[in-house]
Protein backbone atom coordinates (compact mmCIF):
# COMPACT_ATOMS: atom_id res chain seq x y z
CA UNK A 1 0.00 0.00 0.00
CA UNK A 2 1.82 3.22 -1.42
CA UNK A 3 -0.20 5.46 0.79
CA UNK A 4 -1.89 7.41 -2.13
CA UNK A 5 -5.54 6.94 -2.36
CA UNK A 6 -7.37 7.27 -5.93
CA UNK A 7 -11.49 7.43 -6.07
CA UNK A 8 -13.04 6.02 -8.29
CA UNK A 9 -10.83 2.94 -9.41
CA UNK A 10 -13.26 2.71 -12.45
CA UNK A 11 -15.20 4.81 -14.50
CA UNK A 12 -17.24 4.42 -17.35
CA UNK A 13 -18.57 7.00 -18.90
CA UNK A 14 -20.09 8.10 -23.03
CA UNK A 15 -18.70 10.54 -25.00
CA UNK A 16 -18.99 14.27 -24.34
CA UNK A 17 -19.31 13.81 -20.36
CA UNK A 18 -17.46 15.51 -17.75
CA UNK A 19 -15.77 13.42 -14.84
CA UNK A 20 -13.52 14.06 -12.04
CA UNK A 21 -10.99 11.99 -10.36
CA UNK A 22 -10.11 12.65 -7.11
CA UNK A 23 -6.71 11.94 -5.00
CA UNK A 24 -5.20 11.78 -1.53
CA UNK A 25 -1.45 12.07 -1.38
CA UNK A 26 0.35 10.19 1.38
CA UNK A 27 0.65 11.82 4.64
CA UNK A 28 3.11 14.26 4.87
CA UNK A 29 3.53 14.70 1.46
CA UNK A 30 3.22 18.60 -0.22
CA UNK A 31 3.58 17.01 -3.80
CA UNK A 32 1.16 15.06 -6.53
CA UNK A 33 1.64 14.64 -9.93
CA UNK A 34 -1.42 13.21 -12.29
CA UNK A 35 0.05 10.81 -14.99
CA UNK A 36 -1.87 8.98 -17.67
CA UNK A 37 -1.24 5.85 -19.13
CA UNK A 38 -2.65 4.61 -22.23
CA UNK A 39 -1.35 2.31 -24.70
CA UNK A 40 -0.46 4.46 -27.41
CA UNK A 41 1.01 6.64 -25.67
CA UNK A 42 2.67 4.96 -22.61
CA UNK A 43 2.91 6.83 -19.13
CA UNK A 44 2.69 10.65 -19.72
CA UNK A 45 3.38 13.44 -17.17
CA UNK A 46 0.14 15.73 -16.88
CA UNK A 47 0.21 18.37 -13.88
CA UNK A 48 1.94 18.29 -10.78
CA UNK A 49 1.05 20.71 -7.73
CA UNK A 50 3.00 21.20 -4.42
CA UNK A 51 1.10 22.73 -1.73
CA UNK A 52 -1.85 24.33 -3.89
CA UNK A 53 0.33 25.74 -6.76
CA UNK A 54 0.74 24.40 -10.01
CA UNK A 55 4.18 23.40 -10.82
CA UNK A 56 4.97 22.21 -14.07
CA UNK A 57 2.69 21.06 -17.15
CA UNK A 58 3.29 17.95 -19.11
CA UNK A 59 1.09 17.37 -22.00
CA UNK A 60 -2.13 18.03 -20.43
CA UNK A 61 -5.04 18.82 -22.38
CA UNK A 62 -6.86 22.14 -22.38
CA UNK A 63 -10.16 19.62 -21.95
CA UNK A 64 -8.38 18.74 -18.84
CA UNK A 65 -7.90 20.54 -15.48
CA UNK A 66 -6.69 19.68 -12.00
CA UNK A 67 -6.31 21.59 -8.84
CA UNK A 68 -4.84 20.65 -5.19
CA UNK A 69 -7.11 22.17 -2.39
CA UNK A 70 -6.30 23.12 1.42
CA UNK A 71 -6.16 20.00 2.38
CA UNK A 72 -3.81 18.52 -0.10
CA UNK A 73 -6.13 16.31 -1.91
CA UNK A 74 -6.28 16.84 -5.72
CA UNK A 75 -9.04 16.75 -8.38
CA UNK A 76 -8.56 15.78 -11.96
CA UNK A 77 -11.33 17.10 -14.34
CA UNK A 78 -11.69 15.93 -17.88
CA UNK A 79 -14.67 17.40 -19.84
CA UNK A 80 -15.69 17.00 -23.28
CA UNK A 81 -14.52 12.92 -23.22
CA UNK A 82 -13.47 11.77 -26.04
CA UNK A 83 -12.94 8.02 -26.92
CA UNK A 84 -9.36 8.43 -26.87
CA UNK A 85 -8.99 9.84 -23.46
CA UNK A 86 -9.94 6.25 -22.09
CA UNK A 87 -6.77 5.66 -19.73
CA UNK A 88 -5.53 4.70 -16.72
CA UNK A 89 -5.17 7.50 -14.48
CA UNK A 90 -2.47 7.61 -12.05
CA UNK A 91 -1.94 10.00 -9.32
CA UNK A 92 1.58 10.06 -7.44
CA UNK A 93 3.06 12.27 -4.66
CA UNK A 94 6.08 13.29 -3.37
CA UNK A 95 7.38 14.65 0.18
CA UNK A 96 8.96 17.89 -1.41
CA UNK A 97 8.54 19.19 -5.27
CA UNK A 98 12.04 17.83 -6.96
CA UNK A 99 14.39 14.59 -6.70
CA UNK A 100 12.10 12.20 -4.79
CA UNK A 101 10.44 8.92 -5.65
CA UNK A 102 7.03 9.56 -6.64
CA UNK A 103 4.88 6.96 -4.75
CA UNK A 104 1.83 6.45 -6.71
CA UNK A 105 -1.28 5.76 -6.22
CA UNK A 106 -3.50 1.68 -7.74
CA UNK A 107 -5.41 4.78 -10.49
CA UNK A 108 -8.45 5.25 -12.32
CA UNK A 109 -9.39 3.16 -15.42
CA UNK A 110 -11.64 5.66 -17.17
CA UNK A 111 -13.33 3.91 -19.55
CA UNK A 112 -15.33 5.88 -22.41
CA UNK A 113 -17.59 4.86 -24.26
CA UNK B 1 15.05 17.01 -22.60
CA UNK B 2 15.17 13.73 -20.98
CA UNK B 3 15.05 9.95 -22.95
CA UNK B 4 14.81 6.61 -21.09
CA UNK B 5 14.98 3.40 -23.17
CA UNK B 6 14.21 0.38 -22.70
CA UNK B 7 15.44 -2.32 -25.18
CA UNK B 8 14.11 -5.44 -23.96
CA UNK B 9 9.69 -5.65 -24.86
CA UNK B 10 9.40 -9.06 -23.04
CA UNK B 11 11.59 -11.27 -20.98
CA UNK B 12 11.30 -14.49 -19.49
CA UNK B 13 13.11 -15.78 -16.34
CA UNK B 14 13.34 -19.29 -14.39
CA UNK B 15 12.00 -18.83 -10.94
CA UNK B 16 14.66 -18.51 -8.55
CA UNK B 17 16.90 -17.08 -11.20
CA UNK B 18 18.58 -13.79 -11.67
CA UNK B 19 17.43 -11.17 -14.04
CA UNK B 20 18.79 -8.07 -15.74
CA UNK B 21 16.28 -5.21 -17.08
CA UNK B 22 18.04 -2.85 -19.21
CA UNK B 23 17.40 0.91 -19.36
CA UNK B 24 20.19 3.46 -20.68
CA UNK B 25 19.11 7.39 -20.70
CA UNK B 26 19.91 10.57 -22.17
CA UNK B 27 19.62 14.00 -20.35
CA UNK B 28 21.93 16.61 -20.37
CA UNK B 29 21.66 17.40 -16.34
CA UNK B 30 24.24 16.61 -14.31
CA UNK B 31 22.35 15.84 -11.24
CA UNK B 32 19.43 13.07 -11.49
CA UNK B 33 17.26 10.93 -10.03
CA UNK B 34 16.81 7.53 -11.61
CA UNK B 35 13.86 5.04 -10.55
CA UNK B 36 12.63 1.68 -11.34
CA UNK B 37 9.00 0.75 -10.78
CA UNK B 38 6.91 -2.42 -11.47
CA UNK B 39 3.42 -2.55 -12.93
CA UNK B 40 2.04 -5.98 -12.23
CA UNK B 41 -1.60 -6.66 -14.48
CA UNK B 42 -3.25 -5.20 -11.68
CA UNK B 43 -2.46 -2.67 -12.68
CA UNK B 44 -0.92 -0.32 -10.03
CA UNK B 45 2.37 1.46 -9.96
CA UNK B 46 4.33 0.07 -7.38
CA UNK B 47 7.73 2.12 -6.62
CA UNK B 48 10.92 -0.57 -6.18
CA UNK B 49 14.78 1.38 -6.11
CA UNK B 50 16.27 4.86 -6.59
CA UNK B 51 19.50 5.56 -7.69
CA UNK B 52 20.75 9.26 -7.11
CA UNK B 53 23.65 10.53 -10.08
CA UNK B 54 25.95 11.48 -7.08
CA UNK B 55 25.57 8.43 -5.18
CA UNK B 56 28.92 6.83 -5.27
CA UNK B 57 27.23 3.13 -4.30
CA UNK B 58 24.60 0.93 -6.32
CA UNK B 59 21.01 1.04 -4.41
CA UNK B 60 20.08 -2.25 -3.65
CA UNK B 61 16.71 -3.06 -1.59
CA UNK B 62 16.38 -6.25 -0.70
CA UNK B 63 16.23 -8.67 -4.02
CA UNK B 64 16.15 -5.84 -6.34
CA UNK B 65 19.79 -3.57 -7.07
CA UNK B 66 20.42 -1.18 -9.79
CA UNK B 67 23.94 -1.46 -11.88
CA UNK B 68 24.45 2.30 -12.45
CA UNK B 69 27.28 3.08 -14.78
CA UNK B 70 27.57 6.45 -14.88
CA UNK B 71 29.44 7.19 -17.94
CA UNK B 72 27.83 4.24 -19.98
CA UNK B 73 24.34 6.25 -19.09
CA UNK B 74 23.01 2.77 -17.70
CA UNK B 75 20.80 2.21 -14.69
CA UNK B 76 20.07 -1.77 -15.64
CA UNK B 77 17.82 -3.48 -12.35
CA UNK B 78 18.84 -6.88 -11.18
CA UNK B 79 16.40 -9.14 -9.21
CA UNK B 80 17.92 -11.92 -7.49
CA UNK B 81 15.91 -14.88 -6.96
CA UNK B 82 13.25 -14.30 -8.90
CA UNK B 83 9.47 -15.27 -7.71
CA UNK B 84 6.22 -16.13 -9.61
CA UNK B 85 4.85 -12.29 -8.08
CA UNK B 86 7.61 -10.64 -10.18
CA UNK B 87 5.95 -11.24 -13.36
CA UNK B 88 5.14 -7.59 -14.15
CA UNK B 89 5.76 -4.85 -16.58
CA UNK B 90 8.54 -2.70 -15.31
CA UNK B 91 9.32 0.83 -16.04
CA UNK B 92 12.53 2.82 -15.12
CA UNK B 93 12.24 6.38 -15.30
CA UNK B 94 14.39 9.96 -14.53
CA UNK B 95 13.92 13.05 -13.16
CA UNK B 96 16.72 15.63 -13.34
CA UNK B 97 17.04 17.96 -10.07
CA UNK B 98 15.33 21.07 -10.56
CA UNK B 99 12.78 19.33 -12.62
CA UNK B 100 9.12 18.36 -11.68
CA UNK B 101 8.30 15.98 -14.80
CA UNK B 102 9.28 12.32 -14.54
CA UNK B 103 10.32 10.73 -18.09
CA UNK B 104 9.34 7.00 -18.39
CA UNK B 105 10.49 4.77 -20.77
CA UNK B 106 8.31 1.86 -22.69
CA UNK B 107 8.48 -0.43 -20.33
CA UNK B 108 9.43 -4.46 -20.19
CA UNK B 109 6.95 -7.26 -19.42
CA UNK B 110 8.75 -9.48 -17.33
CA UNK B 111 7.38 -13.10 -17.10
CA UNK B 112 8.86 -15.70 -14.33
CA UNK B 113 8.39 -19.26 -15.55
CA UNK B 114 8.21 -21.72 -12.50
Known amino acids: DSGVTQTPKHLITATGQRVTLRCSPRSGDLSVYWYQQSLDQGLQFLIQYYNGEERAKGNILERFSAQQFPDLHSELNLSSLELGDSALYFC????????????FGDGTRLSIL | AQKITQTQPGMFVQEKEAVTLDCTYD???????LFWYKQPSSGEMIFLIYQGSYDEQNATEGRYSLNFQKARKSANLVISASQLGDSAMYFCAILPRGYQKVTFGTGTKLQVIP
Open chain 1, 92 to 103: ASSVTDRGQPQH
Open chain 2, 27 to 33: TSDQSYG
